[in-house]
């Protein structure tokens, strides 16, 4: 039995230094860990919702311009214009920064609860 993996793990365990052992046994150490995890979800579901909703507003800027040209009613002047409005359009007020959307989501969640 010297030879198998379990012996070497468990002699490798032991052989760390004790203090860096009873450091991963903190709560401290739990809580940063955690802490860290929470912050990382966050970020990337802020980073994800910002991008879907720039890709939505795209797609449907791209649908209001190719709409018009198959009217025929609009010049390629107006076009234009479309474009730069739908480009320099700010943020209405029934849409919300992805921040804001995260924590109307988790005040839904207590509600239901």
Known sequence: MRGSVAFSTSRTAASRPPAL???????????????????????????????????????????RIEQAQQSGTVSDAELQQIAQQQSQRKVSSNEKSPAQSL????????ERV
Do not use: C, E, M
Request: charged residues 20%; aromatic residues 22%; proline residues 2%.
């Open 103 to 110: 924590a109307a989501a988790f005040a839904r969640q207590k």
């Open 21 to 63: 052992r009873s450091f991963y046994n903190t709560p401290r150490f739990i809580f940063l860990s955690w802490t860290a995890l929470v912050f990382s979800a966050g970020f990337g579901y802020y980073i994800a919702k910002a991008r879907n909703t720039a890709k939505a507003h795209d797609f449907l800027r791209k649908a």
